[in-house]
């Protein structure tokens, strides 16, 4: 123990005393590490993103050159009730399907890290949906749902006795409605990097604690939530991305309907862009929702614990 | 650092240089470079004939017929109906757009405008069986553009069963006998009418063409439908909603039999284009016995009936380097043999009023939809703005039948929002 | 980095062999003294957890198993009145019938090829950045990592026709001088469908995260030993992510293989296009022939579960195991 502690005195004087060097010898190769990748993502999504934003400025409907307009498809945005509507939808999904989400997937991902009998079927079970294509899924919940006698759900409540419900084909029930297949969607991939990040704690953190006589669920939140504390903003961050992204979904399952009630903000950007052929309008939309998303990444990396995240 | 920078400023010079030429040429520079005389590849972008049979028929059965022994090639991009636009508006931004184009109708006005079709010479329809109706769809400010390829007829199917059951014998002949007469017709639990199975744009325009209304007028300037029949076409729908005779939630959603192949609608307004699914998955219903037929009708007593149409048209890019050869395609394409070879393959109707192939008279709903190509009436575009317009139309209807907002709510909402981007155009 | 999260995980990893023992024995004396009244409770918990799960695995998988046995069903019977549970009869020929209709082979040969480049691309460069911006200071790291991040954030519709852009006039390709114009650059190439996805920057910020709680101070030691930078990355830190790499291999993977709408954009001709466009076969205008396509959207999804259900196998210590055992 002793020359372990002289190693380490050592170790930092000179340390310190080759820091500048050393510190530029990293830096190289942060850069290095890091430059192929940036370069890449530079080159194919910074370069196309840049152009969308001066595209924005513009009329460009993709089939003739664009003209320059100002700031006119941000007023036209501004008092566009159906993208407020539609941004309004994307706040309320993430705000309820989110933490419950993620909630659901972790508290799976600590029960099937366990070695209980049956995991890896447990396991691809709540992994299935993320792979099934959401044509599929798409197509297996409208039959749920369906307002009719024939839906699953209706039959269930049927048997209580409570009277057939509209669920999507109404405007009040089909956000609800959507939120929940979007939550169920989700759980299987959080679970999977949640269970990868299990993977990772060190055993031995839990042997100490159990030398102190810690319980399980004060090991839970003393050393497994705060470990997992990296890939959960992770899970945060891109699930944010991803609930303002969601479209197939919408796609397959609402059309945005009945009456906008669905519509989410890439929606709009789809049909903007490709319905009606109005790129530019488009573009204005996605810088909308960049600056959306990069305020809700700042404040989830509030939330997450700090910039050492 | 010094060299990853240079290298990085050289990377997105280039690509800036290129956008930007992008940009301003509008892609006009043109793809392929084998214009002119002697040969060249004629390209064709299509969202027919998908997977393996559809290309034996569409290459093996009618290409190869018409490009053998001449100095031309072609290639065919097969892409998906719900991707089309994307593949189009892609495809024309970089230059590329294919030399013949198979869109639906309401594509031709707009792009049209847009510069992206071009006009095609009457002499084509010179000699061709097809129903003068037809062609609105295919005109832009007066001047062809486009030739109907496959037709699809929006019409009612009926259960005989219910009806004789009811006792109706005589097909309603205006909106307000077919009003009583689906609620003899509507069964326990069911609807006398399946409204909202088919798109609800198109349902209400429809209905639209029975009150005697249009979208827009004859240049596609001005919304038409503020008259008073889009919202009496929308109220019929919120009186048969109110009647019990329709029901926005009784309906089929995808991957779930529509409502009259399980017995709970009595009528079904639908494609023609259906009959291929319809006798493979409910093949004891669409029998001559079973089913009978009628189109939506007139409001007014004695009025002509209303056949919405649609379809898949056949159209040149004003780009392409071989017009001559494209339009000898289109119209090598219409004759009789390699019609019949596409409808053999689709199981959709034919443009031409005169083929006479099993493939044809044995389809009852492209048989019945031929028969009354003289009520054929299209709904879809007659203005640039339309694919604009398209969009708006569902969400004001889906309110009005949810009960949120009147039929002259809904219609007032989208006859300004209609107007805003007509102006634009 | 970690170390401000949690003290702890420096007084583990640097801590003695010795240490390690003494504390696993206290550990285990620890368990014993409890051992007979936690045994029973431990019994029913397991059991209560297992009916949970099961219950929950139901859920998870009932669309799976519902869309299997939709593509053995009968047309006449996916659209009778009364389709029952389970298939009247088994019409395995639908997935025969499915493989015949589009040129499926050589579609499942083209997403293979775009899964396995994007996995190793995605592995190689993606792990490289991610390790420098959690564990290495340098000088616009933090720009580099918000950067990276706020490429996540607009959606593919609203750059795609800048990115269809640069394929078509990439210089010197397809024909095209250096302007990128005259030819075609790379639309309907290899190119086109591998290399501007690459890297994803979903994938770096992953492997940032699993990088951040890696402990500094083996890379510190290989260091002091001498080890170069890219020795200690792939020697030591690499592995320490191993199930990081194997969650970033697999979804990699799955977005190659899944790729839909750039493929089809990109490309006019049918030997250069992907499995999810071949099952739009099964889907046209005039309606969608539904046993076909689950029987194609089961096969194409086969692929990924036997993936997963191999990987997930890596993960076998269970971390509750140390406490509950």
């Known amino acids: 123990m002793s020359t372990n502690t002289v190693d380490r005195q050592t170790l930092s004087t000179t340390r310190r005393r080759r820091t500048p060097t050393l510190t530029q010898r990293q830096g190289r190769w942060g850069l290095l590490f890091a430059a192929p990748a940036t370069v890449q ?3 194919w999504t910074g370069l196309p993103v840049l152009v969308s934003i001066i595209l924005s400025f513009t009329n460009y409907d993709m089939l003739n050159p664009p003209e320059f307009l100002g700031f006119d498809n941000y007023v036209t945005l501004a008092n566009d009730p159906v993208f407020w509507k539609a941004l309004g939808n994307n706040f309320i999904m993430a705000i309820v399907g989110i933490p419950i989400s993620i909630l659901i997937s972790l508290a799976l991902a600590v029960m099937l890290n366990q070695g209980l ?20 899924i798409a197509m297996i919940w409208l039959w749920i749902y369906s307002p009719g006698g024939n839906g699953l759900f209706n039959i269930v409540l049927g048997f209580f006795g409570v009277p057939n419900q509209a669920f999507l084909a109404s405007p009040s029930q089909a956000l609800p409605s959507v939120i929940l297949v979007t939550i169920w969607q989700g759980i299987g991939l959080k679970m999977m990097i949640y269970l990868a990040s299990l993977q990772g704690i060190d055993q031995q953190l839990y042997e100490a604690a159990d030398i102190d006589g810690a319980s399980a669920v004060q090991k839970f939140f003393r050393i497994t939530i705060p470990m997992l ?10 699930s944010i991305v ?29 049909q903007t862009a490709f319905q009606q052929f109005r790129m530019g309008l488009a573009t204005a939309q996605s810088v909308v929702l960049l600056i959306v998303l990069v305020v809700l990444t700042i404040f989830s990396r509030r939330i997450t614990g700090g910039k050492d995240d | 650092m010094t060299l990853r920078r240079r290298d990085f400023l050289a990377a997105s010079g280039v690509s800036i240089s290129a956008l930007a030429l992008a940009a301003c040429s509008g892609g006009g520079s043109g793809g392929g470079g084998n214009g002119g005389g002697g040969g060249g590849e004629i390209s064709i972008l299509t969202p027919e004939f998908a997977g393996t049979t559809g290309k034996a028929a569409f290459e093996g059965g009618i290409l190869d017929g018409f490009f053998e022994g001449s100095e031309f090639t072609y290639k065919v991009d097969y892409t998906d109906w719900t991707k089309l636009n994307e593949k189009l508006s892609t495809s024309v931004a970089g230059g590329l757009v294919a030399d013949m184009i198979m869109p639906g109708a309401g594509w031709v006005e707009p792009f049209a405008h847009k510069g992206v079709l071009t006009e095609l010479p009457e002499s084509l329809l010179d000699g061709l069986p097809v129903n003068e109706n037809l062609l609105a769809q295919c005109r832009y400010e007066g001047t062809l553009h486009a030739l109907p390829f496959f037709v699809d007829g929006r019409i009612c199917i009926y259960n005989r069963e219910m009806f004789d059951a009811a006792g109706i014998a005589d097909i309603p002949t205006n909106l307000d006998d077919l009003r009583e007469a689906l609620k003899e017709v509507t069964p326990d639990g069911g609807v006398g009418i399946d409204l909202f199975s088919s798109n609800i744009r198109q349902t209400w325009s429809h209905l639209l063409g029975c009150f005697g209304g249009r979208l827009f007028n004859d240049d596609g300037t001005e919304v038409t439908f503020t008259d008073g029949t889009g919202v009496a076409a929308l109220q019929y729908m919120l009186d048969l909603v109110a009647d019990g005779t329709a029901n926005f939630d009784i309906k089929g959603a995808e991957g779930q039999p529509r409502p009259w192949q399980q ?32 189109l939506l009708p007139s409001a007014e007593a004695g009025g002509d009936p209303v056949m919405w149409t649609g379809g898949t048209l056949l159209t040149m890019s004003a780009r392409s380097a071989n017009p001559e050869k494209v339009q000898e395609l289109m119209s090598y394409m219409l004759e009789a043999g390699p019609l019949l070879t596409a409808v053999t393959e689709s199981g959709k109707v034919p443009a031409r009023t005169d083929i006479e192939d099993p493939v044809v008279t044995d389809n009852l709903m492209a048989q019945y939809t031929i028969d009354n190509f003289d009520y054929a009436t299209a709904f879809e575009g007659g203005s640039p703005a339309w694919m604009e317009i398209r969009g708006l139309v569902a969400p004001e209807l889906e309110a009005a039948v949810t009960g949120q907002k009147t039929a002259q709510q809904a219609i007032d909402a989208l006859a300004a929002a209609s107007q805003d981007a007509l102006s634009r155009v | 980095m970690t170390d401000t999260v949690f003290p702890g995980t420096l007084d583990a990893s640097a801590g003695t062999e010795q240490g390690a023992a003494e504390r696993k024995a206290a550990a285990r004396t620890a368990k014993q003294a409890n051992k007979r009244s936690a045994s029973t409770k431990r019994r029913i918990s397991r059991v209560a957890l297992t009916v949970l799960l099961i219950v929950v695995s139901f859920v998870m998988a009932l669309p799976f198993v519902w869309m299997f046995l939709t593509s053995v069903r009968s047309s006449p019977e996916i659209f009778s009145s009364d389709m029952p549970m389970w298939p009247a009869e088994w019409h395995w020929e639908n997935f025969t019938v499915a493989l015949e209709r589009a040129p499926f082979g050589i579609y499942a040969r083209n997403s293979f090829i775009i899964a396995v480049v994007h996995t190793i691309s995605n592995l190689v460069f993606g792990s490289m ?10 000088k616009g790291s933090s720009v580099i990592f918000g950067f990276i991040l706020a490429s ?10 800048p990115e269809f852009l640069m394929i078509r006039f990439v210089p010197f390709a397809g024909g095209n001088d250096l302007f990128g114009q005259g030819g075609t650059g790379w639309y309907d190439t290899w190119w086109a469908l591998l290399i501007p996805g690459l890297v994803s920057p979903f994938n770096i910020f992953l492997f940032r995260q699993f990088f951040i709680s890696t402990p500094t101070e083996l890379m510190e030691a290989a260091r002091i030993d001498g080890a170069s930078e890219a020795r200690t990355f792939v020697q030591i830190m690499a592995p320490l992510i191993r199930p990081g790499m194997l969650t970033v291999a697999l979804l990699a993977f799955e977005a190659g293989w899944n790729n839909f709408l750039w493929p089809l954009l990109v490309t006019s001709s049918t030997n250069l296009r992907t499995i999810q466009l071949g099952l739009s076969v099964f889907r046209q205008e005039a309606g969608t022939e539904f046993n076909l396509l689950m029987a194609g959207t089961t096969m194409a999804a ?14 076998v210590n269970g971390f509750v195991g140390s406490g509950l055992k």
Do not use: C
């Open chain 1, 41 to 43: 993502i530079a080159l």
């Open chain 1, 117 to 136: 009998r049956g995991n890896s079927i447990f396991r691809t079970a709540v992994f299935l949906p993320h792979v099934t294509a959401t044509v599929a």
């Open chain 1, 229 to 238: 504390k990296p890939v959960t903003f992770f899970i945060l961050v891109t």
């Open chain 1, 242 to 270: 991803g609930n303002f992204q969601t479209f197939d979904l919408i796609y397959n399952l609402t059309n945005g309907g009945p009456a906008n009630s669905t519509t989410v903000i890439t929606y709009q950007i789809y």
């Open chain 2, 263 to 294: 017995g709970q609608a009595a009528v079904d307004l639908l494609n023609s284009s259906l009959w291929p699914s319809f006798t493979e998955q409910s093949p004891d219903m669409v029998t001559e016995d079973a089913m009978g037929m009628f």
């Open chain 3, 129 to 138: 950045a991610g390790y420098a911006l959690a564990k290495i200071r340098f």
């Open chain 3, 152 to 161: 996540m954030m607009i959606p593919f519709y609203a750059i795609v026709i």
């Open chain 3, 302 to 315: 086969v692929p990924m579960i036997v993936m997963f259900f191999f990987f997930q196998k890596q993960f």
